[in-house]
């Protein structure tokens, strides 16, 4: 459990089954090792956007508001879930907190919990040997909204 506590954020990666699509990642995964130099410039206005808007949260990520009723939401979610320690409740705020800045708003949302959380807690929540237990996101946004 210590180990995997500290590990901040973990996304669950997953293969795409539309036909098309993977067709189109062998393609683009061609034309990149063909031509890497070009295949960059192609991409970079939107690579430049979201260089921009990344800094632009980074200055803004102070001036975010964390509300005690958004840090109750995190513990309530916390508990039920059944986690060891506090880093949870920590990642989940920061997490939260870096996505409104992201999303250019001056406040944690619901929704900015609900996301943190889904990064936060499925490899965090207790097991036992052999034991298989689901995160559920229906019982966080539950919990979210009541």
Known sequence: PQLLDRIALQVEV???QDLEQRVEIVEQTNRFNDDPDGFRK?????QDRL???IVKAQQMLSRVVTT??????IAEI???FNVDGHRADIMIERTARTNAAFESRDRVTNEDIVEAAEMVLPHRM????FEEEEFSVELLRRLVEK
């Open 42 to 46: 192609e991409f970079q206005p939107e």
């Open 51 to 53: 260089n921009s808007r």
């Open 126 to 129: 207790r097991k036992r040997p």
């Open 78 to 80: 916390c508990i039920e």
């Open 14 to 16: 997953v293969g795409i």
């Open 68 to 73: 005690r009723d958004n840090l109750q939401t």
